[in-house]
């Protein structure tokens, strides 16, 4: 992947604007600054040079500190976290199309999606996939930061559907699992978010793989295909047919209170693992 020009870098865009708003909220010194955050100076600095992007923890601190919109920062503050790794063009594409989706398709055959993750089954999937703790630590938070689409004013339509086995499949550990089902639980109570479970009863056309759908006012809706290199795609005969498998998997998939149910009984036999 080629190297950005610096001006076109968006840690360091970030960084500098982020500067700028420290300033001007009366925070003359980045000592004085990680103090009021309650971070090391050095966790400003790098944030300031670009050297790397704030988490969405730290962020989230900075614009408490400042008076900041945090959705507003949030955007930026994605695709810095997208420049501090190995992520391919693609996911920069999807990121986008994720942020101006009005309408949100997911269909998950083996893995909570990334939407829905806790912290720490995050962190479970990441670590098989990246050896460096602080490019594990960088992605987890790419990955939470994510989030915040569905935090904003007016949040998009999310309908979801997870294959059954998926609340069944160990990653990280039992507590995480137990953890991570009962935040499912809760999502399935938001009016924008409809959470639905496949039950593996026999074959259905969603099990040849992962993929999720943006859809936007006034634009060709986004295909988002999950295998051994994921890919980003307008194509509208690949549109076309992912839309006919999801309402086919949504067909066959349980009512919300059924699958409220089943990701919380899933979750008290995970604590007693």
């Known amino acids: 992947m080629a190297r ?6 968006p840690k360091i865009k ?6 700028r708003e420290r300033v001007k909220a009366g925070f003359t010194t980045q000592d004085a600054f990680a103090a ?6 050095s966790t400003v600095t790098k944030s300031e040079s670009g050297a790397r992007a704030p988490s969405a923890e730290v962020l989230a ?3 408490a ?3 900041l919109d945090p959705e507003f920062w949030e955007e930026w503050a994605e695709l810095a976290r997208a420049a501090d790794g190995p992520i391919a063009p693609w996911f920069e594409d999807w990121l986008h199309a994720e942020r101006e989706a009005h309408l949100l398709r997911i269909w998950s055959p083996l893995l909570v999606p990334g939407l829905l993750q806790t912290p720490e089954y995050a962190r479970a999937v990441l670590e098989v996939a990246y050896e460096d703790e602080q490019e594990i630590a960088d992605q987890v938070a790419l990955r939470i930061g994510r989030q915040a689409v569905l935090e904003r004013p007016k949040p998009p339509q999310v309908t979801v559907v997870l294959y059954e086995q998926v609340l069944h499949h160990l990653i990280g550990s039992p507590a995480i699992m137990a953890d991570q089902l009962e935040h499912l639980a809760t999502m399935t109570e938001r009016l924008h978010m409809s959470i639905h479970v496949l039950p593996a009863t026999g074959a259905n056309v969603g099990l040849s793989g992962a993929f999720d759908l943006a859809s936007t006012e006034g634009k060709p809706d986004t295909l988002r295909m999950s295998g051994i290199e994921d890919q980003t795609s307008g194509n509208w005969e690949l549109v076309r047919k992912a839309i006919m498998n999801f309402d086919l998997v949504r067909r ?4 919300r209170i059924p699958t409220r149910v089943m990701f919380l009984e899933a979750a008290e036999k995970w604590k007693t693992r």
Request: aromatic share 8%.
């Open 252 to 255: 066959d998939a349980l009512p």
């Open 65 to 67: 500190a400042c008076g």
């Open 36 to 41: 009021k955050l309650g971070y090391d100076r």
């Open 14 to 19: 970030l960084g500098k604007m982020l500067g």
């Open 61 to 63: 601190a900075w614009c």
């Open 4 to 9: 950005r020009a610096p001006e076109a870098d």
